[in-house]
C-alpha cells in the first residue's frame, strides 16, 4: 500500500508550487496541448492543474526523502539492446547518496498492475533503457550522466506516488518498494523469440487468445 507522505511535510512547499505552477503549466499546455487553452475545456484544465500539482509535490517529497539528486531531465538516448539500435528518452536520471544511478520513468498510472507485471517478470521498458546504456550511442556524453555498468530502474507512478525499483543491491529508502525478482525475464524471452522470427522472414499475427493472456498471465 502507498502511504502519502504527512501533511505537515507538505505543507510547507504546497504555497510555493502553486504559485509557480500556474505559469509552468501555461507553458506546457501551449507547447503540448494548446486545444486545453479553449473555454470549453476549462472544468478538464482546472482538474489537469490540480493532478499535476499533487504529483509534483509527491515526486518532491520521493527526492526529499531519498536524499536522491537530479543528474538529467528527458535524456536522448541512443543504443543497442538484442543486436538492434533503438532509440528512446529517459525521463529521469537519478543519483542516490551511496551513488547508485537510478533511471526513472514516470507512468500517469498506479502501482499494482506494474507492481504484478514486474513480479511476473513480463515488464520491458526500462529493462531495455538498462541495456542501451550499457552500448550507447555517442556513449562519452551518456557516460558522463550514468556513469560505466548498469544503473539500477525504477517507475514513478503519478496517480497514486508509488515507486517501483530494480537492480542488483539497490537500496533507495524512503516508501520506494525494491522488487527482488527478475523483472523482464519473461517480457525479454519473448522479444527474442519475436526478433528471430523477423530476422527468419516469420511475421506470426496475434491471435484472439493473446487478449487473455496479456491480460492474466
Same mark, same amino acid.
Do not use: C, H
Given at each position: 500500500m502507498i502511504r502519502r507522505p504527512?501533511?505537515?511535510?507538505?505543507?510547507?512547499?504546497?504555497?510555493l508550487f502553486r504559485s509557480l505552477?500556474?505559469?509552468?503549466?501555461?507553458q506546457a499546455v501551449k507547447r503540448n496541448a494548446p486545444f486545453l487553452a479553449e473555454p470549453i475545456?476549462?472544468?478538464?484544465? *482546472?482538474?489537469?492543474?490540480?493532478?499535476?500539482?499533487?504529483?509534483?509535490?509527491?515526486?518532491?517529497?520521493?527526492?526529499l526523502q531519498t536524499g536522491a539528486a537530479v543528474l538529467a531531465n528527458e535524456l536522448h538516448l541512443r543504443g543497442e539492446a538484442l543486436g538492434?539500435?533503438?532509440?528512446?528518452?529517459?525521463?529521469?536520471?537519478? *543519483?542516490?547518496?551511496d551513488g547508485q544511478i537510478l533511471v526513472v520513468d514516470f507512468k500517469s498510472s498506479k502501482s499494482d498492475k506494474r507492481r504484478d507485471r514486474m513480479n511476473a517478470g513480463w515488464d520491458l521498458q526500462v529493462e531495455l533503457y538498462r541495456h542501451m546504456l550499457l552500448r550507447p550511442e555517442g556513449g562519452d556524453a551518456i557516460k558522463e550522466v550514468v556513469g560505466e555498468g548498469a544503473p539500477a530502474i525504477a517507475y514513478h507512478l503519478l496517480r497514486d506516488g508509488g515507486t517501483l525499483a530494480y537492480g542488483d543491491g539497490i537500496n533507495i529508502g524512503g516508501e520506494a518498494e525494491c522488487l527482488k525478482n527478475d523483472i523482464s525475464e519473461h517480457a525479454m524471452?519473448?522479444?527474442?523469440?519475436?526478433?528471430?522470427?523477423?530476422? *527468419?522472414?516469420?511475421?506470426?499475427?496475434?491471435?484472439?487468445?493473446?487478449?487473455?493472456?496479456?491480460?492474466k498471465t
Open positions: 504527512p501533511r505537515s511535510t507538505l505543507f510547507p512547499y504546497t504555497t505552477l500556474p505559469d509552468v503549466f501555461v475545456w476549462v472544468v478538464e484544465r *482546472a482538474n489537469l492543474e490540480s493532478d499535476a500539482l499533487k504529483m509534483a509535490l509527491r515526486w518532491r517529497e520521493f527526492l538492434l539500435r533503438m532509440s528512446g528518452i529517459i525521463d529521469t536520471v537519478l *543519483a542516490l547518496p524471452s519473448r522479444l527474442k523469440q519475436i526478433i528471430g522470427d523477423v530476422g *527468419a522472414g516469420r511475421i506470426v499475427l496475434n491471435k484472439k487468445d493473446d487478449t487473455v493472456f496479456f491480460e
